[in-house]
């Protein structure tokens, strides 16, 4: 309607064809994602309203598994985000905090739990911790059990896993005090943290311990 009203280069249709773009992005459609994003991303120069596009693309190719996409969105903005910010600031613990989030989604563990571990120093030092900290927290410790590999040597690997363990559970308990500020979308954060506990517990073959969370997951779905 905006563009039969408007005309397709009015930003009023590129705002609505972005967030079109986001819609199809969240509900997995990611080829038409990226068609209307990309379409909107061309016009920044015209537009800077429309900026946010660019986290939004970005986004789109790490959930849709486009690595090498991803990292030409990702790479540049992080050199960016070290120029424009404080290294020691809040703002920039969260946005490198996303980025590394982005590049756990992408599959590249390694490269987020650099990014992660940065976030994560940054969030220790505030005195008032607010529940996207811990999430960062809880995406250090997936990033860290998901790029320990078996074949390494097993003391090393096993002491990776117990980093994994700690970060997951401090920042699953850290949510858990926090879950009634949080969005119902970002709840999902929760869930995630209670099955990586559950992945290394089975690595550790801790009986007692997948049992106990196990039950914890089974309360929190009913």
Known sequence: RSEEKLGRGHRETQVALANLGVNY???DQFEEAIVCLNEVYDNIKKMPVLGWSRRALRTTYAKSKQVDKFQEFAEPDVKDLRNQLPADSVQFGLAIGRIGNEYLVAGLPSKAEDLLHEAEEIFKEQKEKIWPYFVTTTALG???????????DNEANNERLKTAESLLTRGYEGLVQRETTMPDPAK?????????????YTLFNNEKEIKAWQKTKSERQN
């Open 142 to 152: 997936r990033a860290i059990l998901q790029s320990s590999k078996p074949t390494e």
């Open 25 to 27: 992005r969240d509900n």
């Open 188 to 200: 999902i954060y929760i869930s995630r943290a209670i099955n990586d506990l559950i992945e290394v």
